[in-house]
Structures are given as structure tokens and as C-alpha cells.
């Protein structure tokens, strides 16, 4: 079984910058598909960035062009590099190992001024 725990959040101005990472544990971390969600007040959870076993990624078009997800298999970690933040970026953000049941318990990141 995986265990995930996040960080690297933080508060940053608009137009800042912020690198989540997610170390991962207990299980072969590489046979995994990743993907970091996020998860706004009174909003529902939403995937924000995914990762294959085989490193191909895919993004929502609201982070297309600002949002770098990367994994590195040798440190067991998956990471989240979030460029030209907005205010509507702010959320908590989470990692999880598809196919598990496994998330980490969450990072929060708010962008304002």
C-alpha cells in the first residue's frame, strides 16, 4: 500500500510561482499513474494534472501553459511546478496514486495579493 504526503505550499502573489512536491512510500512508487487535484472552498475536487507510469502527462485547460506536473522515480516523488498563479489557483491541493485509495492529506496554497 502507498502512503502520499504533499508539500510546498504556501501564500504568493498573483503571478508568483510555487513548486509542490509528493513523496510517496510503501509501494513501487513507478508502476503508478499519478494526478494532483485540487479542491476550492465550496467547490468540488478537481484534477488539475496527471502523470503516467511512463511519464506521458495531461492537464485541465485552466493550468495549460502555467502548470509543469514531473515525477522522479528515484526520489519516489511527483511534483507539481505552478507558474503565473492566479487567485482562482487557491485551493488545497492533493496528490493520489490512481487505481489506489491512496491520498495525501492535502497542501494549501493561496494566491492574493
Known amino acids: 500500500q502507498v502512503q502520499l504526503v504533499e508539500s510546498g505550499g504556501g501564500l504568493v502573489q498573483p503571478g508568483g510561482s510555487l513548486r509542490l512536491s509528493c513523496a510517496a512510500s510503501?509501494?513501487?512508487?513507478?508502476?503508478?499513474?499519478m494526478g494532483w487535484y485540487r479542491q476550492a472552498p465550496g467547490k468540488e475536487r478537481e484534477l488539475v494534472a496527471s502523470i503516467t507510469s511512463g511519464g506521458s502527462t495531461n492537464y485541465a485547460g485552466s493550468v495549460q501553459g502555467r502548470f509543469t506536473i514531473a515525477r522522479d522515480n528515484a526520489k519516489n516523488t511527483v511534483y507539481l511546478a505552478m507558474n503565473s498563479l492566479k487567485p482562482e489557483d487557491t485551493a488545497v491541493y492533493y496528490c493520489?496514486?490512481?487505481?489506489?485509495?491512496?491520498w495525501g492529506q492535502g497542501t494549501q496554497v493561496t494566491v492574493s495579493s
Open positions: 493520489h496514486a490512481w487505481r489506489t485509495a491512496a
Open positions: 510503501g509501494s513501487i512508487f513507478s508502476i503508478f499513474d
